[in-house]
Protein backbone atom coordinates (compact mmCIF):
# COMPACT_ATOMS: atom_id res chain seq x y z
CA UNK A 1 0.00 0.00 0.00
CA UNK A 2 0.83 3.72 -0.90
CA UNK A 3 -0.54 6.75 0.96
CA UNK A 4 -0.75 9.90 -0.39
CA UNK A 5 -1.18 12.52 2.29
CA UNK A 6 -2.47 16.01 1.88
CA UNK A 7 -0.91 18.97 4.13
CA UNK A 8 2.18 18.82 5.77
CA UNK A 9 1.15 20.22 9.06
CA UNK A 10 1.39 18.29 12.44
CA UNK A 11 -1.33 15.57 11.26
CA UNK A 12 0.24 14.77 8.06
CA UNK A 13 3.77 15.04 9.13
CA UNK A 14 3.14 12.60 11.81
CA UNK A 15 0.49 10.55 9.83
CA UNK A 16 3.49 9.81 7.71
CA UNK A 17 5.85 8.87 10.11
CA UNK A 18 3.72 6.55 12.22
CA UNK A 19 2.77 4.58 8.63
CA UNK A 20 6.71 4.27 7.98
CA UNK A 21 6.45 2.22 11.57
CA UNK A 22 3.75 0.43 10.32
CA UNK A 23 5.37 -0.71 7.29
CA UNK A 24 3.56 1.45 4.70
CA UNK A 25 5.05 3.90 2.60
CA UNK A 26 4.14 7.26 2.75
CA UNK A 27 4.77 10.30 0.43
CA UNK A 28 3.76 14.00 2.13
CA UNK A 29 2.35 16.78 -0.43
CA UNK A 30 2.44 20.49 1.76
CA UNK A 31 0.37 23.46 -0.50
CA UNK A 32 2.74 25.72 1.12
CA UNK A 33 6.39 26.83 0.60
CA UNK A 34 7.17 26.92 3.85
CA UNK A 35 5.24 26.92 7.16
CA UNK A 36 1.64 27.81 6.91
CA UNK A 37 -0.75 30.41 7.19
CA UNK A 38 -0.32 29.94 11.65
CA UNK A 39 2.89 29.47 11.78
CA UNK A 40 3.04 32.82 13.63
CA UNK A 41 1.15 31.40 16.38
CA UNK A 42 2.27 29.06 19.21
CA UNK A 43 0.96 26.31 21.10
CA UNK A 44 1.16 23.11 23.69
CA UNK A 45 1.19 19.47 23.26
CA UNK A 46 -0.43 18.03 26.26
CA UNK A 47 -0.10 15.04 27.92
CA UNK A 48 -1.98 12.63 25.89
CA UNK A 49 -0.03 14.75 22.75
CA UNK A 50 3.26 13.85 23.58
CA UNK A 51 2.24 10.07 24.53
CA UNK A 52 0.83 9.68 20.91
CA UNK A 53 4.75 11.04 19.67
CA UNK A 54 6.33 8.33 22.22
CA UNK A 55 4.39 5.81 20.42
CA UNK A 56 6.29 6.23 17.39
CA UNK A 57 9.58 7.46 19.03
CA UNK A 58 8.97 10.86 17.84
CA UNK A 59 8.59 12.93 20.88
CA UNK A 60 12.33 13.82 20.59
CA UNK A 61 12.28 16.35 18.36
CA UNK A 62 9.29 18.37 20.09
CA UNK A 63 11.06 18.08 23.59
CA UNK A 64 14.18 19.70 22.07
CA UNK A 65 12.51 22.62 20.68
CA UNK A 66 10.35 23.09 24.04
CA UNK A 67 9.71 23.79 27.37
CA UNK A 68 7.68 22.24 29.66
CA UNK A 69 4.42 24.08 32.16
CA UNK A 70 3.89 22.67 35.28
CA UNK A 71 0.46 23.98 35.31
CA UNK A 72 -2.08 26.89 35.39
CA UNK A 73 -3.57 29.93 37.39
CA UNK A 74 -7.00 31.63 36.88
CA UNK A 75 -7.10 35.14 37.85
CA UNK A 76 -10.34 37.18 37.96
CA UNK A 77 -10.82 40.62 36.48
CA UNK A 78 -9.52 42.04 40.08
CA UNK A 79 -5.92 40.41 39.97
CA UNK A 80 -7.70 37.41 42.08
CA UNK A 81 -6.24 34.38 41.54
CA UNK A 82 -8.87 31.75 42.17
CA UNK A 83 -7.45 28.52 41.16
CA UNK A 84 -3.94 26.90 40.80
CA UNK A 85 -4.00 23.49 38.90
CA UNK A 86 -1.01 21.56 38.52
CA UNK A 87 -0.51 19.66 35.04
CA UNK A 88 1.03 16.58 36.98
CA UNK A 89 -1.50 13.63 35.96
CA UNK A 90 -0.49 10.37 37.39
CA UNK A 91 3.19 11.26 36.65
CA UNK A 92 2.61 11.46 33.32
CA UNK A 93 4.89 13.39 31.09
CA UNK A 94 3.85 16.96 31.27
CA UNK A 95 3.00 19.38 28.58
CA UNK A 96 4.96 20.89 25.98
CA UNK A 97 4.91 24.60 24.65
CA UNK A 98 6.41 25.94 21.58
CA UNK A 99 6.00 27.77 18.36
CA UNK A 100 4.02 26.31 15.81
CA UNK A 101 6.75 26.98 13.23
CA UNK A 102 9.21 25.05 15.28
CA UNK A 103 7.10 21.91 15.27
CA UNK A 104 6.50 21.85 11.95
CA UNK A 105 10.43 22.24 11.23
CA UNK A 106 10.91 19.77 13.78
CA UNK A 107 8.75 17.20 13.18
CA UNK A 108 9.45 18.03 9.16
CA UNK A 109 13.19 17.16 9.73
CA UNK A 110 12.35 14.50 11.87
CA UNK A 111 10.18 13.06 9.08
CA UNK A 112 12.62 13.61 6.33
CA UNK A 113 15.31 12.22 8.14
CA UNK A 114 13.24 8.85 8.51
CA UNK A 115 13.38 8.58 4.56
CA UNK A 116 9.60 10.32 3.69
CA UNK A 117 9.07 11.98 0.72
CA UNK A 118 7.95 15.52 1.71
CA UNK A 119 7.38 17.89 -1.42
CA UNK A 120 6.09 21.57 -0.48
CA UNK A 121 4.09 23.42 -3.17
CA UNK A 122 1.61 21.04 -4.31
CA UNK A 123 -1.83 22.24 -3.82
CA UNK A 124 -4.31 19.95 -4.25
CA UNK A 125 -6.94 20.37 -6.87
CA UNK A 126 -8.64 17.18 -7.65
CA UNK A 127 -8.57 13.41 -6.87
CA UNK A 128 -9.50 10.03 -7.99
CA UNK A 129 -8.66 6.94 -7.34
CA UNK A 130 -5.00 6.26 -7.61
CA UNK A 131 -4.19 9.75 -8.59
CA UNK A 132 -3.91 13.21 -6.88
CA UNK A 133 -3.72 15.99 -9.16
CA UNK A 134 -1.87 19.64 -7.89
CA UNK A 135 -2.34 23.39 -8.89
CA UNK A 136 1.13 23.32 -10.86
CA UNK A 137 -0.09 20.48 -13.15
CA UNK A 138 1.39 17.47 -11.72
CA UNK A 139 0.40 14.52 -10.01
CA UNK A 140 1.31 11.46 -7.55
CA UNK A 141 -0.02 8.24 -7.61
CA UNK A 142 -0.77 5.83 -4.55
CA UNK A 143 -4.04 3.73 -3.17
CA UNK A 144 -5.46 5.78 -0.32
CA UNK A 145 -5.42 9.78 -0.24
CA UNK A 146 -4.70 11.12 3.66
CA UNK A 147 -6.31 14.86 3.86
CA UNK A 148 -4.47 16.30 6.68
CA UNK A 149 -4.86 19.77 4.99
CA UNK A 150 -6.33 21.52 7.92
CA UNK A 151 -9.82 23.26 8.71
CA UNK A 152 -10.18 24.37 4.93
CA UNK A 153 -9.67 21.11 3.75
CA UNK A 154 -9.92 20.18 0.11
CA UNK A 155 -10.00 16.28 0.89
CA UNK A 156 -13.30 17.30 3.00
CA UNK A 157 -15.26 18.27 0.37
CA UNK A 158 -14.19 15.61 -2.29
CA UNK A 159 -15.26 13.21 0.12
CA UNK A 160 -18.42 14.96 0.78
CA UNK A 161 -18.68 17.98 -1.02
CA UNK A 162 -22.20 18.74 1.07
CA UNK A 163 -20.43 18.83 4.37
CA UNK A 164 -20.88 21.53 6.50
CA UNK A 165 -18.51 24.61 6.12
CA UNK A 166 -16.01 25.09 9.10
CA UNK A 167 -17.96 27.26 12.21
CA UNK A 168 -16.88 30.95 13.49
CA UNK A 169 -16.37 30.60 17.31
CA UNK A 170 -17.15 34.03 17.48
CA UNK A 171 -13.38 35.38 18.69
CA UNK A 172 -10.39 36.49 16.96
CA UNK A 173 -7.49 35.17 18.69
CA UNK A 174 -4.11 37.10 18.79
CA UNK A 175 -0.34 35.79 19.94
CA UNK A 176 2.30 37.81 20.71
CA UNK A 177 6.04 37.06 21.91
CA UNK A 178 8.08 39.56 23.97
CA UNK A 179 11.71 39.40 24.90
CA UNK A 180 10.77 42.24 27.66
CA UNK A 181 11.89 40.92 30.75
CA UNK A 182 10.53 43.78 32.57
CA UNK A 183 6.65 42.63 32.37
CA UNK A 184 5.41 40.46 35.14
CA UNK A 185 6.60 36.72 34.22
CA UNK A 186 4.99 33.47 34.49
CA UNK A 187 7.66 31.00 34.35
CA UNK A 188 6.34 27.22 33.88
CA UNK A 189 3.02 27.66 33.89
CA UNK A 190 0.51 29.49 31.76
CA UNK A 191 -1.32 32.19 33.60
CA UNK A 192 -4.79 32.99 32.43
CA UNK A 193 -6.70 36.34 33.34
CA UNK A 194 -9.93 36.38 32.66
CA UNK A 195 -10.54 40.80 31.79
CA UNK A 196 -13.99 42.03 31.79
CA UNK A 197 -13.99 42.13 27.79
CA UNK A 198 -11.76 39.64 26.83
CA UNK A 199 -9.60 36.65 28.21
CA UNK A 200 -5.48 36.58 28.41
CA UNK A 201 -3.19 34.17 29.05
CA UNK A 202 0.81 33.84 29.11
CA UNK A 203 3.52 32.38 29.93
CA UNK A 204 7.26 32.60 30.20
CA UNK A 205 10.22 31.22 28.03
CA UNK A 206 13.37 29.95 29.97
CA UNK A 207 15.20 32.57 28.06
CA UNK A 208 13.18 35.14 29.54
CA UNK A 209 10.91 36.12 26.70
CA UNK A 210 6.80 35.79 27.36
CA UNK A 211 4.47 34.15 25.02
CA UNK A 212 0.78 35.35 25.81
CA UNK A 213 -2.50 35.60 23.51
CA UNK A 214 -5.53 36.99 23.85
CA UNK A 215 -8.61 36.04 22.85
CA UNK A 216 -11.32 38.64 21.61
CA UNK A 217 -15.21 38.40 21.12
CA UNK A 218 -15.52 39.80 17.45
CA UNK A 219 -17.31 38.95 14.74
CA UNK A 220 -16.18 37.06 11.86
CA UNK A 221 -14.78 39.43 9.25
CA UNK A 222 -14.76 42.21 11.61
CA UNK A 223 -10.97 42.60 11.49
CA UNK A 224 -10.03 40.64 8.68
CA UNK A 225 -6.42 41.56 6.80
CA UNK A 226 -4.82 43.53 10.25
CA UNK A 227 -1.34 44.31 10.05
CA UNK A 228 0.69 43.19 13.59
CA UNK A 229 0.84 46.59 14.75
CA UNK A 230 -3.29 47.16 13.88
CA UNK A 231 -3.90 43.30 16.19
CA UNK A 232 -1.25 44.57 18.71
CA UNK A 233 -3.85 47.64 19.07
CA UNK A 234 -6.56 45.81 18.97
CA UNK A 235 -5.61 43.51 21.72
CA UNK A 236 -4.26 46.24 23.86
CA UNK A 237 -7.31 48.45 23.73
CA UNK A 238 -9.49 45.22 25.22
CA UNK A 239 -7.44 45.34 28.11
CA UNK A 240 -6.20 48.80 28.53
CA UNK A 241 -6.78 50.20 31.78
CA UNK A 242 -7.53 47.08 33.81
CA UNK A 243 -5.31 46.12 36.87
CA UNK A 244 -3.96 43.20 35.20
CA UNK A 245 -0.33 42.80 33.37
CA UNK A 246 -1.95 42.26 30.17
CA UNK A 247 -2.46 45.52 28.89
CA UNK A 248 1.51 46.06 29.66
CA UNK A 249 2.48 43.05 28.01
CA UNK A 250 0.91 43.55 24.88
CA UNK A 251 2.03 47.25 24.72
CA UNK A 252 5.72 45.87 25.74
CA UNK A 253 5.85 43.80 22.78
CA UNK A 254 7.10 44.28 19.26
CA UNK A 255 6.21 43.30 15.48
CA UNK A 256 5.85 39.56 16.51
CA UNK A 257 2.16 39.65 16.67
CA UNK A 258 -0.12 37.59 14.58
CA UNK A 259 -3.75 37.45 14.85
CA UNK A 260 -6.99 36.02 12.91
CA UNK A 261 -10.43 34.64 13.68
CA UNK A 262 -11.34 31.77 15.07
CA UNK A 263 -13.54 28.06 13.92
CA UNK A 264 -14.51 24.97 14.57
CA UNK A 265 -15.46 22.04 12.85
CA UNK A 266 -17.92 20.46 15.31
CA UNK A 267 -18.76 17.47 13.19
CA UNK A 268 -18.00 16.08 9.71
CA UNK A 269 -20.43 13.84 8.52
CA UNK A 270 -18.67 11.80 6.40
CA UNK A 271 -14.77 11.11 7.29
CA UNK A 272 -13.77 8.99 5.14
CA UNK A 273 -14.59 6.74 1.38
CA UNK A 274 -13.23 3.82 -0.06
CA UNK A 275 -9.86 5.64 -1.01
CA UNK A 276 -9.71 8.78 1.33
CA UNK A 277 -10.17 9.69 4.56
CA UNK A 278 -9.92 12.63 7.12
CA UNK A 279 -7.21 13.52 9.97
CA UNK A 280 -6.79 16.47 12.30
CA UNK A 281 -8.75 19.61 11.48
CA UNK A 282 -9.54 18.28 8.67
CA UNK A 283 -12.01 16.15 10.63
CA UNK A 284 -12.73 18.12 13.64
CA UNK A 285 -11.16 21.47 14.50
CA UNK A 286 -11.54 22.90 17.86
CA UNK A 287 -11.62 25.90 19.31
CA UNK A 288 -8.35 27.34 21.00
CA UNK A 289 -9.90 27.42 24.59
CA UNK A 290 -9.16 23.57 25.41
CA UNK A 291 -5.38 24.07 23.74
CA UNK A 292 -5.75 20.18 22.12
CA UNK A 293 -6.16 20.83 18.48
CA UNK A 294 -2.61 19.35 17.81
CA UNK A 295 -2.73 16.25 20.80
CA UNK A 296 -6.01 15.32 19.06
CA UNK A 297 -4.12 15.46 15.80
CA UNK A 298 -1.20 13.51 17.00
CA UNK A 299 -3.78 10.66 18.20
CA UNK A 300 -5.71 10.80 14.89
CA UNK A 301 -2.18 9.86 12.84
CA UNK A 302 -1.10 6.71 15.26
CA UNK A 303 -4.11 5.24 15.46
CA UNK A 304 -5.19 5.36 11.87
CA UNK A 305 -1.35 4.09 11.06
CA UNK A 306 -2.63 1.16 13.23
CA UNK A 307 -5.73 0.75 11.72
CA UNK A 308 -4.37 0.31 8.43
CA UNK A 309 -1.21 -1.80 9.77
CA UNK A 310 -3.90 -4.31 11.23
CA UNK A 311 -6.57 -4.47 9.36
CA UNK A 312 -7.46 -6.17 5.68
CA UNK A 313 -8.14 -3.17 3.38
CA UNK A 314 -8.35 1.09 3.39
CA UNK A 315 -12.19 0.71 4.02
CA UNK A 316 -12.18 -1.13 6.83
CA UNK A 317 -9.31 0.41 8.10
CA UNK A 318 -10.90 3.88 7.85
CA UNK A 319 -14.37 2.59 9.45
CA UNK A 320 -12.58 1.45 12.35
CA UNK A 321 -10.49 4.33 12.49
CA UNK A 322 -13.16 6.54 12.82
CA UNK A 323 -15.23 4.19 15.49
CA UNK A 324 -12.69 4.63 17.58
CA UNK A 325 -12.20 8.35 17.65
CA UNK A 326 -15.13 9.95 16.49
CA UNK A 327 -16.90 10.29 19.56
CA UNK A 328 -13.59 11.37 21.58
CA UNK A 329 -13.01 14.28 19.60
CA UNK A 330 -16.47 15.49 18.90
CA UNK A 331 -16.64 15.63 22.67
CA UNK A 332 -13.24 17.90 23.07
CA UNK A 333 -14.78 20.22 20.49
CA UNK A 334 -17.86 20.31 22.16
CA UNK A 335 -16.24 20.97 25.36
CA UNK A 336 -13.78 23.75 23.69
CA UNK A 337 -16.80 25.78 22.14
CA UNK A 338 -18.41 25.68 25.66
CA UNK A 339 -15.18 26.95 27.46
CA UNK A 340 -14.72 29.78 24.46
CA UNK A 341 -18.24 31.21 25.00
CA UNK A 342 -17.96 30.85 28.57
CA UNK A 343 -20.99 28.35 29.23
CA UNK A 344 -18.88 26.04 31.77
CA UNK A 345 -15.44 26.42 32.96
CA UNK A 346 -12.03 24.56 32.10
CA UNK A 347 -12.28 21.31 34.34
CA UNK A 348 -12.24 17.75 34.73
CA UNK A 349 -9.47 17.44 31.57
CA UNK A 350 -8.01 13.88 32.80
CA UNK A 351 -10.56 12.08 30.37
CA UNK A 352 -7.97 14.03 27.70
CA UNK A 353 -4.76 14.20 29.38
CA UNK A 354 -4.53 9.94 30.29
CA UNK A 355 -5.32 8.99 27.08
CA UNK A 356 -2.67 6.30 26.29
CA UNK A 357 -1.54 4.72 22.81
CA UNK A 358 0.05 1.48 22.90
CA UNK A 359 1.82 1.10 19.42
CA UNK A 360 1.53 -3.04 19.48
CA UNK A 361 -2.04 -3.38 20.36
CA UNK A 362 -3.92 -5.21 17.68
CA UNK A 363 -6.73 -3.23 16.27
CA UNK A 364 -9.85 -5.75 15.58
CA UNK A 365 -12.19 -4.63 13.21
CA UNK A 366 -15.98 -3.28 14.69
Not at 177 to 191: E, F, Q
Not at 240 to 261: C, K, M, N, R, Y
Request: hydrophobic fraction near 40%; aromatic fraction near 8%; charged fraction near 20%.
Amino acid sequence: MKAVIIGGGISGTVTAMALRRAGIEASVHEAHQSGGEDAGSFLTIMHNGMDALRAIDAETPVVENSFAAAGLELVTPDGRTVERRSFDVDGLAGPRTLTRAALYRALQEEAISRGITFERGKRLVSASPGIALFEDGTSVEGDILIGADGLRSVVRNLIDPSCPPPRSTGLDVVYGYTTDTSVPRAPSLYRMIQSLHAFFGYTSAPDGSTYWFARLPTAEGVRSGLSAAEWRSAAFAAFDGEPLPAAEIIQSTGDDVFGGHSYDVPSTPVWFNASMVLVGDAAHAASPAAGQGASMALEDSVVLAQCLRDLPDAPTAFAAYERLRRARVEKLVASSAAVSSGTTSDEGRNWLYQHHIEWDAKIAAG
